[in-house]
Nanobody
């Protein structure tokens, strides 16, 4: 079992930055691939970024590539999403996710956090 708790959301102006954090419980955190998803009002939840267990491989949706960076610190049981050059279309609830494999965390994660709201004003 893995429990995920996101933090770091908020209101920011377009062009600004935010850093989301996800704290994970459990002693096997380092064995999980981790990811971030987002869901905007009236839209389906979509994949944003993923990272493998070691942190050496990362994956991004085309819409955030070059602006967002996913990272993890296995010593702290944490995964992060650094979001730069934010746009109003990035406004959404952002969810942390975990799965045993990267292929799974990008499509059908096993575990989900409760989400944190990110609002980008124009």
């Amino acid at each position: 079992q893995v429990q995920l708790v996101e933090s770091g959301g908020g209101l920011v102006q377009a062009g600004g930055s935010l850093r989301l954090s996800c704290a994970a419980s459990g002693r096997t955190f380092s064995s999980y691939a981790m990811g971030w998803f987002r869901q905007a009002p009236g839209k389906e939840r979509e994949f944003v970024a993923a990272i493998n267990w070691s942190g050496k491989s990362t994956y991004y949706a085309d819409s955030v590539k070059g602006r967002f960076t996913i990272s993890r610190d296995n010593s702290k049981n944490a995964v992060y999403l650094q979001m730069n050059s934010l746009k109003p279309e990035d406004t959404a609830v952002y969810y942390c996710a975990a799965a045993g494999f990267v292929a799974a965390v990008t499509t059908t994660p096993t575990y989900w956090g409760q989400g944190t709201q990110v609002t980008v004003s124009s």
